[in-house]
């Protein structure tokens, strides 16, 4: 069955670090997203994309970025991990058929930034 | 003004009652909405997706669109303990979700 993964599930890491996370989608949809979501502010738009070597900032993009060399994958990498960005990230992706702008989720990653 | 708004919860409803989830958005624009469900510690689960005026029901679940006054509704009939969970509300007017910051309902028996 076509789904949606993210890995790893739970990450703790220093402060200052390099911190990748992966996202990755066997529907073939075009258009792939990454959130935060955080007690009190709910979803937040960090970063997407609507096709290989496509990118685009969300309203949360400051400190994060990403890369889209293939459509399966979005990797959402923090340059330089802040206690700030402590949260759950999701990343969910949709195809391109208009009206439906249906996005599927993945099941999440717990990052701690000590 | 947020661009997504629910009503504030808890919402706390008997075992077999009506739930009632209300959302208001900004984006005249906005052509799609969407209810989703997210149980604690899980990520959001789409429920039901509506484009149109009016009502679309999928078995217990009816989403009601109403564009003039941009108000969208979501009822839970027969509500069960399962139905515990925080629901949430998303519009967009192109690929991109604007989402509520979610209202929790607890079904108790």
């Known amino acids: 069955d076509a789904e949606i993964t993210q890995s790893p599930r739970h990450k703790i890491t220093e402060t200052g670090r390099q911190v990748t996370l992966a996202c990755h989608q066997t529907?073939?949809?075009?258009?792939m997203f990454w959130y935060r979501q955080d007690l009190g502010h709910g979803l937040r738009l960090i970063h997407y994309?609507?096709?290989?070597?496509?990118?685009n900032k969300g309203e949360v993009s400051d400190g994060y970025s990403v890369s889209r060399s293939n459509t399966e994958d979005l990797p959402l990498t923090l340059e330089s991990a802040a206690s700030s960005q402590t949260s759950v990230y999701f990343c969910a992706s949709s195809e391109s058929r208009l009206p439906a702008y249906e996005q599927y989720f993945g099941p999440g990653t717990r990052l701690t930034v000590t | 003004q947020k661009e997504v708004e629910q009503n504030s919860g808890p919402l706390s409803v008997p075992e077999g009652a009506i739930a009632s989830l209300n959302c208001t958005y900004s984006d005249r624009g906005s052509q799609s909405f969407f209810w989703y469900r997210q149980y604690s510690g899980k990520s959001p689960e789409l429920i039901m997706s509506?484009?149109?005026?009016g009502d679309k029901e999928d078995g217990r679940f009816t989403a009601q669109l109403n564009k003039a006054s941009q108000y969208v509704s979501l009822l839970i009939r027969d509500s069960q303990p399962s139905d515990s969970a925080t629901y949430l509300c998303a519009v967009s007017n192109d690929y991109k979700l604007s989402f509520g910051a979610g209202t929790t309902v607890t079904v108790r028996a």
């Open positions: 994309s609507y096709g290989v070597q496509d990118t």
């Open positions: 529907w073939n949809h075009n258009n």
């Open positions: 509506i484009y149109s005026n």
